[in-house]
């Protein structure tokens, strides 16, 4: 899924600037996300211009399509550091690229990394500014075991890296409050039939399942489990399925449907509500919708913009320095998303239609 936003609205400074590489899928499972992403990145960009941008240079946005086959991103990746067209990185994308996006640029390149994510490699010159499994998955799975009685479990992911140690923390979390895992199945991405894996669930019956699909995946397995009749009689647990992926799912589909996340588009906030008037100042009345994949990519500009005026350079070594304490941090590169703290609360919400409503913040 890719399409475009009415980006014109924006101009961005030019003449001398740090051009910051922004990595994110255009298609594929994910690509869902990427249109939101580009946008709410596109803001950011904006507004740093409006002010001391990076630096005090002006900010160039260069998209890159992380949707695309490994060896596709690696190649693009090589071209933009041997022309040197890139001065930093922001990526949302999957896990597993991670890694092969870390080994292909310089070492003192700063890469932020913007989304949810497993933990660990947050060294060197990775930043990684996302959730973890175990921030997120408590205030749900304690919240329906205690509101909803959910002893009962499933687990369900894609087959890489995050959702297996979802399944990890999942398992110990379950373990300690006394609940029991009836099942499990990693499944490989763009899978069309999931009519075994449901008469699987129905057979076990559940309480809740706990999903670690994405984007793509987690809309057609979501309309597959409704189909299926399952959606009135089991819980469904998430924390990767925002705003835009329940547009997709589609209201008449997410009953009994729960939500983890550091960020919902419709939190009632003095700084969200700004932020949602920008956001629709900048793209009009129907934007790409918000959700905490896309405004991730809004705090990863504007922290990267913060990181580098705390250590004065674009080196990423000393920007380890300054987020390692060896510089004093100011706040500002701490919290540097206008919209929310995302070091303090992760709330939960309960699906309602195509909207959400927060039932518990912590």
């Known amino acids: 899924m890719a399409c475009k936003a009415p980006f014109s609205r924006l101009s961005l400074a030019r003449g001398?600037?740090?051009?910051?590489?922004?990595?994110?899928?255009?298609?594929?499972?994910?690509?869902?996300?990427?249109?939101?992403?580009?946008?709410?990145?596109?803001?950011?960009?904006?507004?740093?211009?409006?002010?001391?941008?990076?630096?005090?240079q002006s900010v160039d946005l260069v998209i890159i399509d992380a949707g695309q086959t490994r060896s596709h991103v690696e190649r693009v990746l090589h071209d933009i550091v041997v022309s040197q067209s890139v001065d930093a990185l922001v990526g949302m994308h999957l896990s597993d690229l991670r890694g092969i996006v870390a080994s292909q640029i310089p070492p003192d390149m700063p890469y932020v990394?913007?989304?949810?994510?497993?933990?660990?490699?947050?060294?060197?010159?990775?930043?990684?500014?996302?959730?973890?499994?175990?921030?997120?998955?408590?205030?749900?799975?304690?919240?329906?075991?205690?509101?909803?009685?959910?002893?009962?479990?499933?687990l369900i992911g894609n087959d890489y890296i995050w959702p297996h140690v979802v399944h990890r923390h999942a398992r110990q979390m379950l373990r300690q409050l006394g609940c029991r895992v009836l099942g499990s199945a990693l499944l490989p991405f763009d899978l069309e039939d999931y009519e075994p894996i449901l008469d699987?669930?129905?057979?076990?019956?559940?309480?809740?399942?706990?999903?670690?699909?994405?984007?793509?995946?987690?809309?057609?397995?979501?309309?597959?489990?409704?189909?299926?009749?399952?959606?009135?009689?089991?819980?469904?647990?998430?924390?990767?399925?925002?705003?835009n992926v329940l547009y997709g799912i589609g209201a008449e589909n997410t009953e009994n449907m729960h939500l983890s996340s550091g960020y919902f588009a419709h939190l009632r906030s003095p700084e969200n509500d700004a932020f949602r008037e920008r956001?629709?100042?900048?793209?009009?009345?129907?934007?790409?919708?918000?959700?905490?994949?896309?405004?991730?990519?809004?705090?990863?500009?504007?922290?990267?913009?913060?990181l580098m005026g705390v250590a004065g350079t674009s080196s990423a070594a000393a920007m380890r320095s300054v987020?390692?304490?060896?510089?004093?941090l100011h706040r500002s590169a701490r919290a540097s998303d206008p919209t929310r703290e995302r070091s303090r609360w992760v709330h939960l919400a309960v699906a309602d239609g195509v909207d959400v409503r927060v039932v518990q913040s912590r």
């Open 113 to 154: 990394y913007t989304p949810l994510y497993e933990g660990g490699d947050a060294v060197g010159n990775v930043f990684a500014i996302g959730e973890t499994p175990d921030r997120l998955l408590r205030p749900g799975i304690e919240w329906l075991t205690t509101h909803r009685r959910a002893e009962r479990w499933w």
């Open 279 to 306: 956001y629709h100042a900048a793209f009009g009345a129907s934007p790409p919708v918000q959700n905490d994949i896309g405004q991730s990519c809004y705090e990863g500009l504007h922290y990267l913009a913060a």
């Open 200 to 243: 699987q669930i129905r057979a076990d019956r559940p309480d809740a399942v706990l999903m670690s699909l994405i984007g793509e995946d987690a809309v057609r397995f979501n309309r597959a489990f409704a189909e299926a009749g399952l959606a009135g009689d089991v819980l469904r647990f998430a924390t990767a399925i925002d705003e």
């Open 323 to 328: 987020v390692n304490g060896a510089t004093p």
């Open 16 to 56: 001398i600037s740090i051009k910051v590489g922004l990595l994110i899928p255009m298609q594929g499972a994910a690509g869902i996300w990427g249109p939101s992403c580009e946008a709410s990145a596109r803001l950011a960009v904006a507004e740093l211009n409006a002010g001391a941008g990076m630096l005090r």
